[in-house]
């Protein structure tokens, strides 16, 4: 995610960073199946806000152990599937939307 994060100016600018997310609520049964709870981002080397994510699932998924999480991060040359709000703090993750980039 760190590499997608730096591919924003905004990011760069402010040397955010991502120090890890702790998923709280599994809606596998939404017409948009998803995964939501709180990241942590850091910005420069010592301070640190929590950022509400959401990480948008494929359709299918029966129960949280069905989730392949490594399979859902894009390849690093893949962009488009993250964005965030500094304002709101929060963060949108959605893998489906990646495209070459």
Not at 12 to 36: A, I, K, N, Q, T
Not at 43 to 48: A, L
Not at 75 to 90: I, N, V
Request: net charge negative.
């Amino acid at each position: 995610m760190g590499e997608e994060l730096f591919k924003s100016e905004d990011a760069r600018r402010h040397g955010m960073w991502c120090d890890g997310f702790v998923p709280e609520v599994y809606d596998l049964d939404s017409p948009l199946p998803c995964v939501r709870g709180r990241a942590w981002i850091g910005y420069g080397p010592s301070k640190q806000d929590p950022y509400e994510f959401t990480l948008i699932l494929p359709r299918g998924l029966r129960s949280k152990d069905d989730i392949d999480w490594a399979a859902l991060m894009p390849a690093d040359d893949m962009t488009g599937w993250l964005t965030y709000s500094r304002e709101w703090k929060t963060l949108v993750i959605y893998p489906a939307a990646a495209v070459p980039g």
